[in-house]
């Protein structure tokens, strides 16, 4: 176990995103204790670290795990650092309300454990069950455990969760559905609207009720929906709700990516990986996640075995960034924006402390990366958690840190 701020001051010397100015960044501790402005600078990014709203595990290691394990919460958590994600909600999706809890208490106890997992856990997301049990809407939540909104069953989850669940993701077109919301929000939860075949009214009433927030817009809905009425623009149109979206390159077309960042705003986006356990494992078929085999293929869609379809995303929110460039026309500063910026303030995490963006007394949680000019992809040279360096490449190989190391070698 480390201690948070165990580390000496030291530096981090780039490029900042925000300015696109060469600068030193001074650490003291946990914190960010100054910003030099220099000449020259190593040809490298520094970012607010990634933030992901929505992740199901990575590197083979799952939240939603048949046998729920503190060990298992931590390995996802840091396979995620190596890809410059610093903090981020573990999603739990739907199953039994024992299975549920059971996945709690394993985020509670990592984060009992190292108190830099903890920080990396900024709350838990839940994804169900009380969503739509249409196919198209209800995606690959298993219908045998969808169920109506409970607020006595919410209780329960937060009292096996520490009180930590930040996000839930629910239909409001479900008997109960908005009462539930308000309910949650008076408890300071987020509620988002998602998996749903709701109609515009029920749309408006749960944002009224306090929703304000749309899970993986686009995605989780029916492969047809009429032109015009349906459950997709109004969450689109409304100001009120910002929007998470799947930028891996296989939920969203490129001109869709276009279109719904024009219309819902960079201030209302969210870009999260939504990634399964399977993310960053190698290419090939893979039997015992969800209903059937599934298979990865390289460049990371993840299909049911022998059909086109999706089977989840596999990709991190450092592949997403170059997806957004690439695809989504954004620039660099901006689709930052969607990784850092947007989900902290989406937690509120960005007045108290400072996450989400680079400056002096701010929570120094930073991702240090290169992009190549041609195909937009983000390499993460080093990952930066509550001032202690817990990733960093090294030539053509990489290392995880753990304990509290010397200065980087820049």
Same mark, same amino acid.
């Given at each position: 176990?480390?201690?948070?701020?165990?580390?000496?001051?030291?530096?981090?010397?780039?490029?900042?995103?925000?300015?696109?100015?060469?600068?030193?960044?001074?650490?003291?501790?946990?914190?960010?204790?100054?910003?030099?402005?220099?000449?020259?600078?190593? =040809?490298?990014?520094?970012?607010?670290?990634?933030?992901?709203?929505?992740?199901?595990?990575?590197?083979? !290691?799952?939240?939603?795990?048949? #046998?729920?394990?503190?060990?298992?919460?931590?390995?996802?958590?840091?396979?995620?650092?190596? !890809?410059?994600?610093?903090?981020?909600?573990?999603?739990?999706?739907?199953?039994?309300?024992?299975? $549920?809890?059971?996945?709690?208490?394993?985020?509670?106890?990592?984060?009992?454990?190292?108190?830099?997992?903890?920080?990396?856990?900024?709350?838990?997301?839940?994804?169900?069950? !009380?969503?739509?049990?249409?196919?198209?809407?209800?995606?690959?939540?298993?219908?045998?455990?969808?169920?109506?909104?409970?607020?006595?069953?919410?209780?329960?989850?937060?009292?096996?969760?520490?009180?930590? /669940?930040?996000?839930?993701?629910?239909?409001?077109?479900?008997?109960?559905?908005?009462?539930?919301?308000?309910?949650?929000?008076?408890?300071?939860?987020?509620?988002?609207?998602?998996?749903?075949?709701?109609?515009?009214?029920?749309?408006?009433?749960?944002?009224?009720?306090? #929703?304000?927030? #749309?899970?993986?817009?686009?995605?989780?809905?029916?492969?047809?929906?009429?032109?015009?009425?349906?459950?997709?623009? =109004?969450?689109?149109?409304?100001?009120?709700?910002?929007?998470?979206? /799947?930028?891996?390159?296989? !939920?969203?077309?490129?001109?869709? /990516?276009?279109?719904?960042?024009?219309?819902?705003?960079?201030?209302?986006?969210? $870009?999260?990986?939504?990634?399964?356990?399977?993310?960053?494992? =190698?290419?090939?078929?893979?039997?015992?996640?969800?209903?059937?085999?599934?298979?990865?293929?390289?460049?990371?869609?993840?299909?049911?075995?022998?059909?086109?379809?999706?089977?989840?995303?596999?990709?991190?929110?450092?592949?997403?960034?170059?997806?957004?460039?690439?695809?989504?026309?954004?620039?660099?500063?901006?689709?930052?924006?969607?990784?850092?910026?947007?989900?902290?303030?989406?937690?509120?995490?960005?007045?108290?402390?400072?996450?989400?963006?680079?400056?002096?007394?701010?929570?120094?949680?930073?991702?240090?990366?290169?992009?190549?000019?041609?195909?937009?992809?983000?390499? /993460?040279?080093?990952?930066?958690?509550?001032? $202690?360096?817990?990733?960093?490449?090294?030539?053509?190989?990489?290392?995880?840190?753990?304990?509290?190391?010397?200065?980087?070698?820049?």
């Amino acid at each position: 176990m480390t201690n948070l701020g165990a580390e000496a001051a030291r530096f981090v010397d780039g490029y900042l995103v925000e300015t696109g100015l060469p600068v030193r960044v001074g650490i003291d501790g946990a914190f960010i204790s100054e910003i030099v402005h220099r000449e020259s600078a190593p =040809p490298r990014w520094i970012a607010p670290g990634f933030i992901d709203l929505q992740v199901n595990g990575f590197g083979g !290691h799952d939240f939603n795990r048949d #046998a729920p394990d503190a060990n298992s919460v931590a390995r996802a958590i840091q396979e995620l650092w190596r !890809h410059g994600v610093t903090g981020l909600c573990p999603t739990v999706g739907t199953h039994s309300e024992s299975h $549920m809890r059971r996945c709690f208490e394993a985020v509670v106890a990592a984060s009992a454990r190292d108190p830099v997992i903890a920080h990396s856990v900024l709350g838990i997301h839940v994804e169900g069950p !009380h969503i739509s049990p249409e196919d198209g809407p209800r995606g690959a939540h298993p219908r045998e455990h969808l169920r109506p909104p409970d607020v006595a069953e919410y209780g329960r989850w937060q009292t096996s969760a520490a009180g930590r /669940i930040c996000i839930v993701t629910l239909a409001p077109e479900l008997e109960g559905a908005v009462e539930y919301v308000r309910s949650i929000v008076s408890d300071g939860v987020i509620a988002s609207i998602g998996h749903t075949a709701a109609d515009g009214q029920q749309i408006d009433a749960a944002i009224n009720a306090g #929703a304000r927030l #749309a899970t993986h817009l686009g995605n989780g809905a029916h492969a047809l929906i009429p032109r015009h009425s349906n459950y997709i623009w =109004p969450q689109l149109a409304d100001d009120r709700l910002t929007a998470t979206f /799947i930028f891996d390159g296989h !939920h969203l077309p490129p001109p869709l /990516i276009k279109v719904v960042l024009r219309a819902k705003g960079i201030e209302r986006s969210v $870009m999260v990986s939504d990634a399964v356990a399977l993310a960053g494992l =190698p290419s090939g078929v893979y039997d015992g996640w969800g209903s059937g085999p599934v298979e990865l293929l390289p460049g990371g869609r993840l299909i049911l075995k022998g059909t086109p379809y999706l089977a989840g995303a596999t990709v991190s929110i450092a592949e997403c960034l170059g997806v957004a460039m690439r695809d989504g026309g954004l620039p660099l500063q901006q689709a930052i924006q969607l990784a850092s910026a947007n989900p902290a303030r989406v937690l509120r995490l960005d007045t108290p402390t400072g996450r989400g963006s680079v400056r002096v007394g701010a929570s120094a949680d930073l991702t240090v990366f290169t992009v190549d000019p041609l195909s937009a992809r983000v390499t /993460i040279q080093e990952t930066v958690v509550a001032g $202690m360096t817990v990733y960093e490449r090294a030539g053509i190989g990489d290392h995880m840190v753990v304990e509290a190391t010397q200065s980087p070698t820049h």
